[in-house]
């Protein structure tokens, strides 16, 4: 199994950015997907970015596709979310989580992480 914890999270402006970080315990990292979800409060958490094992693919939701950018560095063991362009909408607490079963590439469905970090807070003024 692995452990997990954000960092990064904070207050920031409409148009402003922020980068996330997860830091993933445990030595064999590039053996799982990653990817970020993200609940505001009222609403289910949601799908925001994946990446898979090797980094050679990543997806995201439509909400945010061309502001987020995920990446990972394999020998860091961490996995982070470079958000641009922020809306007040994108306010939310941000969770990391990690796939070690997947067969696919990449998911989007929650359900298909085993692990998940503490989550980070972003809040962003308008």
């Known amino acids: 199994q692995v452990q997990l914890v954000e960092s990064g999270g904070g207050l920031v402006q409409a148009g402003g950015s922020l980068r996330l970080s997860c830091a993933a315990s445990?030595?064999?990292?590039?053996?799982?997907?990653m990817g970020w979800f993200r609940q505001a409060p009222g609403k289910e958490r949601e799908f925001v970015a994946g990446?898979?094992?090797?980094?050679?693919?990543?997806a995201y939701a439509d909400s945010v596709k061309g502001r987020f950018t995920i990446s990972r560095d394999n020998a860091k063991n961490t996995v982070y979310l470079q958000m641009n362009s922020l809306k007040p909408e994108d306010t939310a607490v941000y969770s990391c989580?990690?796939?070690?079963?997947?067969?696919?590439?990449?998911?989007?469905?929650?359900?298909?992480?085993?692990?998940w970090g503490q989550g980070t807070q972003v809040t962003v003024s308008s």
């Open positions: 990446i898979s094992r090797s980094g050679g693919s990543t």
């Open positions: 445990g030595r064999t990292f590039s053996s799982y997907v």
């Open positions: 989580a990690a796939s070690g079963k997947l067969i696919a590439v990449i998911t989007t469905t929650l359900g298909e992480y085993n692990y």
